[in-house]
Each structure stands twice: as C-alpha cells, then as structure tokens.
C-alpha cells in the first residue's frame, strides 16, 4: 500500500513538472517508473517529447539526469560547456545542479527517454534563471 502510495506521489510529481514546463514549448511528458534507490534518493524514468521549435526551459534537478534520444534532434545547452547537438541514438549526463535546457529546431521533434536519480526530498526540477 505504502509503495502504491509512493509511486502515485512521484508520478504526480513527475506530472507537475511537466505541466510546469509544458507552457514552454508544448512539451508531453509520461512518467513510467519511480524507484526509491539509492537511499535517500529516487530513480524517475520517463519519456519527453518537445515539438520543432520548443525547448525544456532552463532548469536544474537535485541530482543527475541521464538520457537517450529516442526521436528527432536538439540542442542540448548545459551551462559552462559548449552546445551539444544530439540526434536520434545519442545518450547524454548533466551533473547534478547544473542549468541545462533543450532547444528542438523548427521542423524537427524530439523524444528523449531519461532517468533522474534526484534527493527525494526535493522536487524532480525547478526553473533557472
């Protein structure tokens, strides 16, 4: 009961963040997994989907996110580094903290599959300046 519990209350987060982000850009977000592991912290797996044109917005997590483009192509914009431009079959890490955003050019999409491994005290993003 308590697991069923928990997993309602990470796929609602994992909702919310979406509908936070979603006003920029469009974007659909389905959550598919929630994990508490390691201790202290919870493992979110979803999927992400941005139209041509949209982007992420700036944003951080409380821990890494990893990913694998499942579809389409971006600009993948991490602060202090180079723009990293990935396509369909390309994986990318950005570190824990760090403000990152994701910019599709128009007329291309992208799906992305990512994992989150985040403080489960804290929310699975927040918006950057």
Do not use: C, W
Request: proline share 6%.
């Amino acid at each position: 009961m308590i697991n069923k519990i928990v997993l309602g209350l990470g796929v609602a987060s994992f909702a919310l963040v979406g509908a936070a982000f979603a006003q920029q850009g469009g974007i659909k977000r389905t959550p598919l997994q929630k994990t508490e592991f390691p201790d202290g912290y919870v493992t979110v797996t979803g999927i992400a989907e941005i139209p041509g044109g949209g982007s992420a917005g700036r944003h951080t997590h409380p821990g890494i996110e990893t990913g694998y483009v499942l579809e389409g192509e971006t600009d993948l914009l991490v602060d202090g580094k180079e723009p990293l431009h990935l396509k369909a079959g390309d994986s990318y890490t950005i570190p824990a903290g760090v403000v990152h955003d994701a910019k599709v050019h128009e007329g291309k999409h992208l799906k992305v599959l990512g994992v989150y491994v985040v403080d489960k005290t804290k929310p699975l993003a927040s918006p950057a300046k």
